[in-house]
């Protein structure tokens, strides 16, 4: 696999975006599209990044930067964005910095091959109570218990897409975590995934990524992706499953003036 090439970034792209946007639609967030850009903006939450964040951002739509810290600024948000590798990058990184953005950080995201690979004694199992799914991934995350009931059921409604897959893990017939498999063609994306804090460093995680591979495999996939914050956990748990890194995104804020 050419984890350098752009063609990859933008398949990977892609794959996460549409699982964002496809989340966010039923979140109460508004949406509003920008060229190939889909700008994310949810003010009564302006803490949650991924409710007030830009998708899809490529040099190709740098024009419609303006247009797009506008938005942030309306609302009183500060924007967030994370940007993939690509060739004219410099012009993207111009047109934020005008517009008063600032590099944060840096978010991993990882790619490899999709073939099975065994799993410990932890059991995972396809969610067969959306409610108890949504439940588990909420607590996991650490959502607090009045927030849990606005968001469970923008998570709940995930057992009705067809392409999402949601799996629950145990310890000791307890539920320890909960994670989802998102499939696209011929690529599966690791996607949101928690464990609760009690079952924390227990192999919840790897036994949960390890499921989730074997699945996508036995379903068709050449690949499987995910990401994590740079250098996290995460990143870590999907390295000892086999994933390499495909690329690095650069981590941008847009200011609340401007």
Known sequence: MRF?????????ETVSNDFMTEWLAGTGARLERFGGA??????SRPELDFVNRVYGLWPEDAQSVDEIAALYRRH???GWLELAPAERFERLGTALAKVGAAHIGFHAVLCGDASARPTDDIEVEPASDPELFADVLLRGHGVPE?????DRASVVRWAEIEVWRLYLARID?????????????????????????EYRNRGVQTALIARRIADAAAAGCDAVCSSAAFGSAS????????LRVAYTKAVWRLGNEG
Do not use: C, W
Not at 146 to 150: D, I, K, M, S, T
Not at 237 to 242: D, K, S, T
């Open 146 to 150: 009045g927030a849990r009931v606005r």
């Open 173 to 197: 017939g307890e539920p320890a975590g909960a994670a989802l498999l998102s499939l696209d063609d011929d690529m599966g994306y690791l996607a949101n995934a928690s464990t609760l804090p």
């Open 235 to 242: 990143q870590r748990n999907l390295e000892r499953a086999g």
């Open 4 to 12: 350098s090439d752009e063609s990859l970034a933008r398949r990977i």
């Open 38 to 43: 889909i700008a994310a903006v949810d003010p």
């Open 76 to 78: 009183g948000v500060r």
